[in-house]
């Protein structure tokens, strides 16, 4: 059974930086590196926003508001992504979760970020 497990959120002030860890237990390698892998937001009654893209080849995307400032990547042999924060801002403040296409329903307990002004 696949599990998300996200980790590395806190309490930061605006300015500070935060890199965020998925592990994803449970899936071989075949599959980890076959599927494009994402960074999701969601503030609590609000949608649920795409943040980061890893495509398989390497390239990336990002919403307009955290481009320049985070930087999605992975580590194949530890099974994870990452999400490297920058010059964080208050409205970066939101749960942060992880997802791989792959498994197109499952969804770890996500990590909180707090920016504090």
């Known amino acids: 059974q696949v599990q998300l497990v996200e980790s590395g959120g806190g309490l930061v002030q605006a300015g500070g930086s935060l890199r965020l860890s998925c592990k994803i237990r449970g899936i071989i390698l075949s599959v980890f590196t076959g599927n494009a892998m994402d960074w999701y937001r969601q503030v609590p009654g609000k949608q649920r926003e795409l943040v980061a893209t890893?495509?398989?080849?390497?390239?990336?995307n990002y919403v307009d508001s955290v481009k320049g400032r985070f930087v999605i990547s992975k580590d194949n042999t530890r099974r994870s992504l990452y999400l490297d924060m920058n010059d964080l801002k208050p409205e970066d403040s939101a749960r942060y979760y992880c997802?791989?296409?792959?498994?197109?329903?499952?969804w770890g307990q996500g990590t909180q970020v707090i920016v504090s002004s």
């Open positions: 997802k791989h296409r792959f498994y197109r329903d499952v």
């Open positions: 890893l495509e398989t080849g390497g390239g990336t």
